[in-house]
């Protein structure tokens, strides 16, 4: 599961889900934009950036991490150093590292310690979460994220049943439920969509009148494998055509929210040489 690129799917469509893990208001998503800036000198982008127009506010850098990574503090500070030498906000900044897990995470250089005192640097550890039911739509698809097989059944279940009592906007609602789906399709790669359909009872939920009234436009109708998949499929296809250009296969995974490895499985071209 690429879960980096659905954490930053999440936070480009519901922000507020940053400033929940902070314990913070989430109103105060409305004052930013969660963007990926480029870095001339790294020729590369940084994702997960919340900027915001508001001097007042800091700037939010975002890394979100699932597996071993020794050097992603250094990284993480070159990058945000880079930035600010780029860009030259107004702002000061805060730097979010998220580990799925607190085993994941290095000691923290002494050169960084002050930036974790002075609270620029904040360290979020997922399996120490909080896993009473809340109201809160990005905390609980961040539960589900995370969630054993067993604790999804029923996690999947709540969140419909919260984005039908309390989100009202359609848009939003179509979102989320894909959003959704497209977790189970990813963390559950070991099963059919058949399978899962059985599994989370998607078959029934989308009998239901939300589902129906949610989807009657028909933009994401189908089972599992309808619009997401399609979407997987459409970024896919688009690899070859981006090695003839000449990206990197890391630009190409960071353009296309892709892992790694699903690139590397293309060959280069053989008419091109780079």
Do not use: C
């Amino acid at each position: 599961m690429k879960t980096d690129s659905i954490f930053y799917e999440l936070f480009q469509y519901l922000p507020e889900t940053l400033f929940s893990l902070l314990n913070l208001p989430s109103e105060l998503a409305q004052q930013y934009q969660f963007l990926s800036q480029e870095l001339k000198q790294l020729s590369k982008r940084i994702d997960g950036v919340f900027l915001t127009d508001n001097i007042n506010q800091p700037i939010y850098f975002v890394e979100v991490q699932f597996q071993n990574d020794n050097n992603l503090y250094q990284r993480l500070f070159t990058e945000i150093f880079m930035y600010l030498g780029q860009y030259n906000p107004p702002n000061d900044f805060r730097a979010l590292v998220i580990w799925a897990n607190h085993k994941l995470d290095y000691p923290l250089p002494k050169y960084y310690e002050s930036f974790r005192q002075s609270g620029k640097l904040e360290i979020i550890y997922l399996d120490q979460l909080d896993f009473e039911p809340s109201d809160n739509i990005g905390i609980e698809i961040v539960k589900l994220i995370v969630a054993s097989e067993e604790k999804a059944k029923t996690q999947v279940k709540y969140l419909f049943d919260l984005t039908e009592n309390t989100i009202k906007n359609s848009t939003k609602q179509k979102y989320t439920v894909e959003l959704i789906e497209k977790i189970l399709i990813y963390k559950f790669t070991q099963y059919s969509r058949e399978e899962l359909d059985k599994m989370f009872t998607l078959t029934d939920f989308k009998k239901t009148r939300f589902y129906q009234d949610t989807y009657s436009e028909g933009k994401l109708e189908g089972k599992l494998e309808g619009k997401l998949e399609g979407k997987l499929e459409g970024k896919i296809e688009t690899i070859p055509e981006l090695l003839k250009l000449g990206l990197t296969r890391e630009q190409i995974a960071r353009a296309l929210h892709l892992s790694i490895d699903i690139v590397n499985q293309f060959p280069i071209p053989k008419e091109e040489n780079y």
